[in-house]
């Protein structure tokens, strides 16, 4: 640690007092890759503390199904890559949705977005997607997740594509209140406002809202969307969300 000290340290002197331009850019470089180096672990640490004590054995099954799918007919490179919790295993109807659009659907039902960056080398890295939709969030908060842990989960989730896939956009499909789960709508809508404003600042971020899409004028879920158990979309509910989706493909 001492030595780590020491280090920071003279970069910032050497930094603060250049002994000519050419010094100065050489020190800027190297300062530019210490600070990559700290983001990166800070990263691993991070990623690593989030996934302790989490099961991620129960997804195993789901994840070599969609490997062998793969190994069998494997999916275009630089698809559109739907993936995240059930909102997006449910959404069967995709091909047809976006027709002429090279689609795949890596969701995971009941999963988290530690899950899915768990499991990223295995069902989002492969196809090198040119965009990916991603809706996840709404399990952590059930789960007990609170919500800045799982906008942190999301910000990781981000910095990982994004160390291996630049310039791949990430559509992030916004949570949406429920009638099995009202009781979390304003956790929900707390992780909506941080996202936004995340993409805001971020490249290669965009933000597609849903939470009033699912609502009545006096603010009441609307039922007819969701299937018996209230939480998911039935097809009139899929064909709203196609909808929404629909002006963030790719031109």
């Not at 842990?149 to 209140?177: G, R």
Request: hydrophobic share 40%.
């Amino acid at each position: 640690m001492a030595i780590v000290g020491k280090f920071i340290a003279v970069e910032w002197k050497i930094v603060l007092f250049p002994s000519s331009p050419l010094s100065y850019q050489s020190c800027m470089k190297r300062t530019s890759f210490f600070a990559l180096v700290v983001f990166t672990v800070i990263t691993s640490f991070r990623v690593a503390a989030a996934e302790i004590n989490h099961n991620f054995a129960k997804w195993e099954q789901e994840i070599a199904a969609f490997e062998a799918s793969d190994r069998t007919n494997p999916p275009p490179k630089h698809c559109l890559l739907f993936t995240g919790s059930s909102t997006i295993r449910r959404w069967t109807t995709l091909a047809q949705d976006f027709p002429n659009q090279p689609v795949v659907n890596r969701g995971v039902g009941g999963s988290e977005t530690v899950d899915i960056i768990h499991f990223a080398d295995r069902i989002v890295f492969p196809y090198e997607p040119k965009v990916i939709f991603f809706r996840c969030g709404g399990n952590d908060i059930f789960n007990g997740r609170p919500v800045e842990k799982v906008f942190a989960d999301y910000k990781e989730f981000v910095a990982l594509v994004h160390s291996k896939l630049p310039e791949t956009e990430i559509v992030y499909i916004s949570q949406n209140p429920t009638n099995a789960r009202l009781k979390q709508k304003d956790q929900e809508q707390a992780l909506n406002k941080l996202v936004r404003e995340f993409t805001k600042q971020t490249p290669h971020l965009q933000y597609c809202e849903m939470a009033d899409m699912v609502v009545d004028k006096d603010g009441n879920v609307r039922p007819e969307l969701f299937v018996s158990d209230r939480l998911h979309f039935n097809a009139d509910g899929n064909k709203l969300m196609a909808e929404r989706v629909r002006p963030f493909l790719p031109k």
